[in-house]
């Protein structure tokens, strides 16, 4: 690792400004792809901020069906927290099934869609449940804020706040796990409200996380994993390399989508 | 057996240490001054170095020397060296490129050391090594072992024209091809065995440390046989006489081989040392333990066996291309050589074999022995064939083996091998009723109902352990002797230490050697300590690997205390004054069979050093030192059989059920035996479904971090039913064959066995990841 500057944010303000001030700052949260990056000697940020104590963005508050988590939640925050397990079991689930132990006890929802890996897991459900994407600056809407790989809307000094969503009537997550790095070769979020059905992949998207418009399209007219038999996923535009090939994730998109369908409808 | 003797499943003495974080390991090590070192690295496969510019570097802070090959060479400091010579079938002897620690010229693998950086921290050290300014020159890069051999493939060294190391073949081709021309029946198959990457949890690591006023030299690092790294680094590289360099191999966290071999960096540590003047540690990271460990397997074989109308094996032909690397490690030429070939014969009575191994350079980490060595490759080859076979011929896989078992020993394979002992049906039994082999067809019905696809396979392995008579190694090349020693130390006060040149990096040595004595001596495991690792404290020996703790190591601790036991006999019979004959040592005392008249055994010993009452012309003391050459390998052998349920849709294979029956002979301790086994078995089947080493096509590891190359984990593996059967070795002392490599040699063709049952594909290939097992399956429809 590079000599660094380390600096605890007190508000996000105090964050905000620390960026601004610095030459090539990073905002921190679990480190759980910044730091072993830096340890690689692949990123050498002049100044880390550390926003996991900045008062008020760990937590989750849940009223009615509206369910909001603070940035700085770890994985295993929301993996255990029983209320929302029965509102959403969905998410619980996704997040105890994100890398390993040690990566659940640092790793946060904020760090994880600020990062946009391709093959991340909440990405996913953010997309999937039409959540809302809360910033130091503004509220926007998962869909705007992921852009592509490794890219989202955030501005450079932005900080993603909390996440907001509605609780869906129905939903699941499953995926099939790099067995090396436990992250999504393919992971297919569903989520049924009503008549309106969303559908997000992770792990397979050449440009990162991405809505199945032909699944969704077969589950709106018939929510039922016999539907999706006839959808041929494409493997255009889906990744291929040493450890899947593109047919192989299209493929994986449809058996886990189908086994997410599964698990609601059953 | 006592409670603590042989045979007792006791507690491992070591574990209080290394559970509670307390293992004292190189890394730990810290003298006075010490200082730390980065290596400066090649990023390319292969290039020519046209230029290195240390100015920068030396300017950085905290930097204490920056060293290149050149003053390593200036100083007189030798290259590595493959120590065991092997012929091409022409009879010239192997090709072997040199290999400086520091390149000079030419880098032929990404992570080929350039050069070294000391200075007051790690992170100095680092950002200087960063600042060496080095030119390339890139040449074109070799990364296939097949693809090597083509003309007019780039040539990596000099000495090795057309990258081949040497063409070797073993056997009888004309008998074998006889045999051939009478087969009823003939199974072909193309079998790869793949790349692996050591991975022990502790990293390599050096401290080197010279004393200019005594001209002395200390090492202490990850070595599994400290005293022969003390010989090579002395004979070979001329870092210093052996009386002037003590190596230390204190806590080693594994090994697996892969710390068998002397690296440039001890080497290069300890000369930096005394360049500097300041001791100098290197830990390696997992970076670098991916890159420059060597790697172990990469073999490319084709292989046929010949059957005579009543499936009985007439013949063998195998011919194998092994990818050694970017240059030969210390024991690389043995391991597809007389470590692989020499175990084709198996469990099974054939009457010829031939084969054919050639060995070229390519420009990836130099591979060299592994968990195995050639033995697991050996088993691959066979037990991939007979399964093979067997479903060619509609046989059951279990009957066609039968029929071709051998069960009189002593048995002369064609392949040089002289199995001394074995049981194969016993094995094969205790492993099908323990598997419920015959209820198999109702559990692939069963699994059918649920969408997903049974299968079952069999693997029956023999391997050759001890590594050993030395006259026997020495005979095919071999550039050490490998025997072992043992001192048996009997304190004043009866207390015992025991002197192996055995190491242990895992095995639990500390209670098994212990075992030993408490067994012999009646002494409790307390009171007995094992030393080694440490060449100043132990005699020469040996070290630890190919299975040899037990069956080499043991037997010299053995014929020690059969020393000391004859001399405290004579101290007692002079004592108690009866017939020498007559004493007999039990439950800790030393006394007069059927009799009342005893000594305690501690008064035995301290008699031995007070020296007041000893026998006329009896030299004081009870310490005895012995040297061990066995008579022969031991042939532990056995059978495992592996079942799957792959989900069709997904690839994804779940091992349901794994048994192994293995005949060790004598056991020592069983729950260390089954610890070996279950560690064994997760490294086989990491390799069967997980491990997979990838270099692209400029020789860059695209699998170098955990990220990309998958470690087994709990999660992957099945518990396993393991169990044992016994013939004794008739080779030693105990009887003992060895557990240490057998979980890793058996079951990868266990595992792949029952995965091409279960998809009814054939042409599948180590590691059968999801995605391979969902092509083949889609291949198969």
């Excluded at chain 2, 971090?705 to 393991?722: E, G, I, N």
Aim: net charge negative.
């Amino acid at each position: 690792m590079y000599e660094t500057h380390y600096h605890r944010a007190t508000s996000v303000e105090d964050a905000a400004k620390n960026m601004n001030a610095a030459e090539d700052g990073k905002f921190l949260a679990g480190g759980m792809t910044l730091i072993p990056t830096m340890k690689q000697r692949l990123a050498s940020p002049s100044n880390l901020i550390d926003l996991r104590h900045i008062p008020g963005l760990k937590g989750i508050t849940i009223t009615g069906r509206t369910v909001r988590i603070g940035a700085v939640t770890t994985h295993s925050d929301v993996s255990t927290h029983a209320e929302l397990a029965k509102l959403c079991p969905a998410i619980t689930f996704l997040a105890g099934h994100i890398g390993d132990p040690h990566v659940r006890n640092m790793g946060t929802i904020g760090g994880s869609v600020a990062n946009n890996d391709p093959a991340a897991d909440y990405p996913t459900a953010l997309l999937a449940l039409d959540a809302t994407v809360v910033t130091s600056q503004r509220s926007l809407p998962a869909s705007e804020f992921f852009v592509g790989l490794f890219e989202t809307a955030l501005e450079p000094d932005e900080i993603v706040t909390a996440i907001e969503f509605t609780a869906p009537d129905k939903a699941a997550y499953k995926k099939f796990p790099n067995p090396a790095s436990l992250y999504a070769v393919a992971g297919v979020f569903v989520a049924k409200s009503g008549n309106d059905v969303r559908v997000a992949v992770t792990g397979a998207g050449e440009n990162g996380v991405f809505r199945a418009d032909e699944l969704e399209a077969a589950l709106t007219k018939n929510f039922n994993a016999a539907a999706l038999d006839d959808v041929t996923v494409s493997a255009d535009g889906l990744m291929s390399d040493m450890h899947a090939s593109a047919d192989y994730r299209a493929n994986l998109v449809k058996v886990m989508a189908k086994r997410a369908v599964a698990e609601i409808a059953g | 057996m006592g409670v603590e003797g042989i045979g007792a499943r006791v507690l491992r003495k070591e574990d209080k240490r290394f559970l509670t974080g307390k293992g004292r390991y190189t890394d730990d090590m810290v003298v006075p001054g010490m200082k730390h070192a980065a290596f400066v690295r090649s990023p390319h496969a292969h290039a020519k170095i046209t230029g290195i510019n240390t100015d920068a570097a030396r300017k950085m802070p905290g930097v204490i020397g920056v060293l290149t090959g050149r003053e390593l060479k200036a100083d007189g400091i030798g290259n590595l060296i493959c120590g065991w010579m092997v012929h091409s079938k022409d009879g010239t002897p192997m090709k072997m490129g040199a290999w400086s620690p520091l390149a000079t010229d030419v880098v032929r693998y990404v992570g080929d050391a350039v050069a070294i950086v000391v200075a007051d921290s790690k992170g100095e050290a680092r950002d200087a090594a960063e600042a060496v300014d080095i030119a390339y020159e890139e040449l074109p890069v070799l990364v296939n072992a097949t693809a090597a051999l083509q003309q007019g493939a780039p040539q990596l060294h000099p000495e090795a024209p057309g990258n081949l190391i040497f063409d070797w073949d073993i056997g009888d081709e004309k008998a074998t091809a006889e045999a051939f021309a009478k087969a009823a029946h003939v199974t072909r198959l193309d079998i790869d065995n793949n790349r692996l990457v050591p991975n022990a949890m502790e990293p390599r690591a050096a401290l080197g440390l010279y004393d200019e006023a005594e001209d002395h030299y200390t090492c202490w690092t990850t070595s599994q046989n400290p005293h022969v790294a003390r010989l090579v680094m002395s004979a070979f590289y001329n870092v210093a006489p052996e009386n002037k360099l003590r190596v230390i191999a204190p806590d080693v966290g594994g090994g697996f081989g892969s710390k068998i071999f002397i690296y440039p960096e001890e080497i290069v540590c300890l000369w930096a040392s005394k360049k500097t003047g300041v001791p100098v540690k290197w830990v390696a990271d997992r970076s670098e333990s991916f890159l420059c460990d060597a790697h172990g397997r990469d073999h490319a074989t084709h292989a046929e066996i010949a059957f005579d109308k009543d499936h009985r094996i007439l013949g063998l032909k195998v011919e194998t291309i092994a990818n050694l690397g970017a240059y030969m490690s210390l024991f690389s030429s043995s391991v597809p050589t007389y470590l692989y070939a020499t175990l084709l014969s198996g469990q099974y009575d054939i009457p010829a074999i031939h084969a054919n191994v050639k060995t070229v350079y390519t420009n990836t980490a130099p591979v060299d022995a592994y968990r195995g060595a050639g033995r697991p490759e050996a088993s691959y080859v066979l037990e991939r064939i007979m399964e093979t076979a067997a479903r060619e011929l509609k046989l059951s896989p279990a009957e066609l083996r039968r029929r071709n078992f051998i069960r009189s020993f002593p048995h002369q394979t064609p392949v040089i091998m002289a199995y001394d002992a074995g049981d194969f049906d016993a094995t094969l039994d205790a492993s099908m009723k323990a598997a419920d082999y015959a209820g198999f067809e109702q559990r692939r019905t069963e699994a059918a109902g649920r969408g997903k696809l049974r299968g079952i396979g069999m693997s029956c392995y023999i391997e050759a352990c001890g590594i050993a008579p030395s006259a026997a190694v020495g005979s095919l090349g071999a550039g050490v002797g490998l025997w072992e020693s043992a001192e048996v130390r009997v304190n004043a006060v009866g207390t015992v230490e025991i002197l192996t040149g055995s190491h242990s990096h895992g095995q639990g040595h500390e209670t098994t050697f212990a075992q030993l004595a408490a067994e012999r001596f009646g002494v409790p495991l307390d009171s007995i300590s094992i030393v080694h690792g440490d060449t100043d404290k132990v005699q020469m020996g040996m070290g630890t690997y190919g299975s040899r703790s037990g069956a080499v190591g043991m037997s010299a601790v053995v014929k020690a205390m059969d020393k000391v036991e004859a001399k405290a006999k004579k101290i007692a019979a002079h004592l108690l004054e009866a017939d020498e004959a007559d004493i007999e040592i039990k439950n800790g005392d030393v006394r007069v069979a059927g009799t009342d008249k005893s000594l305690p055994w501690f008064q035995v010993a301290l008699s031995a050093y007070t020296a007041h009452n000893l026998p006329s012309g009896m030299e004081p003391g009870l310490k005895e030192t012995a040297f061990y050459d066995p008579t022969n390998f031991t042939f532990p052998a056995g059978c495992y059989i592996c079942e799957v349920e792959i989900d069709p849709d997904t690839g994804a294979t779940q091992i349901v059920q794994f048994v192994a029956a293995d005949d060790f002979g004598k056991i020592i301790n069983p729950m260390i035996v089954e610890g070996q086994v279950h560690g064994g078995l997760a490294q086989g089947i990491g390799q069967a479904l997980l491990e997979g080493t990838h270099y692209d096509e400029t020789g860059q590891l695209l699998t170098a971090s955990y990220m990309d190359y998958t470690m087994p984990r709990a999660l992957d593996l099945p518990s396993f039913k393991v169990m044992t059967t016994e013939t004794p070795c008739p080779s030693n002392p105990l009887g003992i064959k060895g557990c240490g490599e057998a979980g890793a040699i058996g079951s990868p063709p266990a595992v792949m066995n029952a995965i091409t049952d279960a998809i009814h594909n054939n042409n599948l290939t180590m590691p059968a990841t999801p995605q391979k097992v969902w092509a083949a399956i889609q291949a198969a429809k």
